[in-house]
């Protein structure tokens, strides 16, 4: 077998090795050994795309023209790198992978380009809904850690879009709907009254929902109730809650849903008594149960 002269398929590939093996070599001045890990991984991962794929000529410089174009449109607003992320689930399984399966806790889920910081405050049993227009649904639940201890004080930011599914960040005059923040009371326990979920589609107006269509995927979301939840030593929840039954639950374009945050939106006839004696007029509401468990932070 010495001295062979090697096939040219032989010769192709060792080509081909020879370059992934030089670029990874390139990153190995890097002191920051994380930054190293994550530069030759990255290498070898797209390599190995750009080699399975045989990918042409042509192909790269559609893929630059798309990130261009995803770079162009993206400003304060609009981060179009964050959907591309999250139709290709990425962002979900970095989620996975960083909130590891712990007990008893409350699954995580997207977070979402439309949480703001400064959303205002209600007591308990307000309205997040701030005269968004939707069916008024009443939300419960508590607050505890993995051993069932109720969590008194926990900051609960909920925020959600209004029936024609639109954050108030979507408009441009300013609004602010369908947000608030409230904290759990003595007992853990929480509740408020915001807009039963609808569903609605990602921006799908630039290169992602592009993307989207020329594949045949729907840039629809399933109706959801987003939450975020934080208590003193305890690891922070960014989450969603799901309603059953919708059709959606099994095509969602950001691959959010999970079993466990399906819940109930159980329908109230006209005329039903609300928990806290609301008057709802003629108008049919809802109510959802949530109760929330958060594993310790890591120490
Ligand atoms: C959202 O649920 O608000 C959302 C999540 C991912 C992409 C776009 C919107
Ligand atoms: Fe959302």
Redesign the pocket.
């Known amino acids: 077998m010495t001295n062979q002269k090697q096939s040219a398929p032989d010769a192709q590939a060792a080509i081909e090795e020879e370059l992934i093996q030089t670029v990874v070599d390139s990153f190995a001045t890097c002191t920051d050994d994380r930054l190293k890990e994550l530069m030759q991984s990255l290498t070898k991962h797209l390599h190995a795309f750009i080699r399975d794929v045989r990918l042409t000529e042509d192909e790269w410089n559609g893929a630059i023209e798309f990130l261009t174009e995803a770079g162009h449109i993206t400003d304060d607003k609009r981060q179009e790198f964050?959907?591309l992320s999250?139709v290709f689930g990425a962002?979900m399984q970095t989620i996975n992978v960083n909130n590891e399966v712990h007990d008893n806790a409350t699954e995580a889920t997207?977070?979402?380009?439309?949480f703001v910081d400064d959303a205002p405050q209600i007591e308990i049993g307000g309205d997040i809904s701030g005269g968004a227009q939707g069916q008024a649904c009443w939300v419960e639940g508590t607050v505890k850690d993995t051993e069932g201890n109720p969590l008194p004080g926990a900051r609960i930011e909920v925020?959600e879009?209004d029936e024609e599914g639109f954050?108030d960040v979507q408009h441009s005059d300013g609004r602010v709907y369908g947000r608030a923040h409230l904290f759990s009371d003595e007992n853990g326990k929480y509740n408020f009254w915001g807009l039963t979920p609808t569903p609605y589609p990602?921006?799908h107006d630039g290169p992602v929902g592009r993307l989207l269509e020329s594949v045949g995927r729907s840039p629809m979301?399933a109706s959801?109730l987003?939450f975020m939840v934080s208590a003193e030593r305890q690891r922070t929840l960014v989450t969603?809650i799901f309603v059953t039954g919708d059709e959606l639950l099994t095509h969602d374009?950001?691959f959010?849903v999970k079993q466990s945050l399906i819940k109930d939106f159980v329908q109230q006839p006209a005329g039903t008594p609300t928990p806290d004696g609301r008057d709802l007029a003629d108008a049919s509401w809802a109510r959802a149960e949530f109760d929330i468990v958060l594993p310790p932070a890591a120490v």
């Not at 997207?110 to 439309?114: A, E, L």
Request: glycine share 10%; no cysteine.
């Open positions: 964050i959907l999250d962002s997207v977070f979402g380009p439309f925020w879009a954050y990602i921006p979301r959801h987003h969603h374009s950001v959010g």
